[in-house]
């Protein structure tokens, strides 16, 4: 194995996402052979150097690792986390420890119900939640009231949140309506902390329940709540599969860069 930035190799042996990894080491939590390592862009080699998390070895994981890609239809009440100084219960729970040690890929909050992978590949991870890749992260949602089309349209063209940073926009479509609530459709292409919910608190409609049904390629049927299942290779590789818009980009570059090396 090649040397590779830190984060990468933390992630790539499953203890923790790129971007935990990230945070980790800048805490101070991470060795390169004896030597506390705070910068993420360092560099290491498996094959030559120990690195450490917390005091524990990862070069063994790296060595050894096959990759398990799991989807959870997860409930309400969960926490998607592996630990919680609260004791709240945990999405790994749910699933069996035979699989390993395995990590959310990006996050849905406690009350927050639907699709969830949980994985040991920080690739993987990596690539679901870098909003630069556009996987699409599709949710029902329930709001509290009858928002006004003005409104909505904000949301579409995006609004800026209670943090001041402005969402990119996103696909809003109303699926039913009452005279005291909206169900809509959401389709977003990046994962903010508690997005949606913030997204309709900042026109004044609170969500009154939430669900992801599709992320990128997958869908959330036939599974209960709790319910899961291994991915299969073939819905693995979909996955990592750029959009359609992005593929077309990089053949067109490709072939420009064909014919101007056939012109010199």
């Not at 190799?9 to 980790?24: N, P, Q």
């Not at 402005?166 to 109303?174: D, Q, S, V």
Request: charged share 30%; no cysteine; glycine share 8%.
């Amino acid at each position: 194995m090649k040397a590779e930035r830190l984060q990468k190799l933390i992630a790539a042996a499953g203890v923790a996402s790129r971007r935990h990894a990230e945070e980790l080491i800048a805490a101070g939590e991470v060795t390169i052979n004896g030597k506390v390592v705070t910068e993420p862009g360092t560099k290491a080699d498996p094959a030559q150097d120990h690195i450490k998390v917390r005091g524990r070895l990862i070069n063994p994981l790296l060595e050894a690792r096959e990759k398990v890609y799991v989807l959870l239809n997860k409930p309400r009440g969960y926490l998607s986390s592996v630990a919680d100084p609260e004791g709240r219960p945990l999405v790994t729970e749910l699933v069996p420890q035979s699989l390993g040690r395995l990590h959310p890929v990006g996050r849905l909050d406690f009350n927050t119900e639907g699709l969830l992978l949980l994985t040991n590949d920080g690739e993987l991870t990596n690539f679901i939640t870098s909003a630069r890749n556009r996987v699409a992260k599709v949710y029902e949602v329930k709001v509290k009231g009858v928002p006004p089309d003005s409104a909505i349209e904000r949301l579409r063209r995006g609004i800026r949140l209670d943090d001041g940073v402005r969402t990119a926009p996103a696909e809003i479509e109303k699926v039913d309506e009452t005279a005291h609530n909206v169900w809509y459709e959401v389709i977003l292409h990046e994962g903010r902390n508690q997005q949606i919910r913030r997204m309709f608190d900042a026109i004044g409609h609170s969500v009154l329940k939430l669900r992801r049904v599709r992320l990128g390629s997958l869908t959330l049927e036939p599974l209960a709540p709790k319910q899961w299942r291994l991915l299969a290779p073939a819905e693995v590789t979909r996955l990592m599969r750029p959009p359609a818009k992005k593929r077309a980009a990089t053949k067109a570059k490709a072939r420009g860069a064909t014919h101007g090396g056939r012109r010199g």
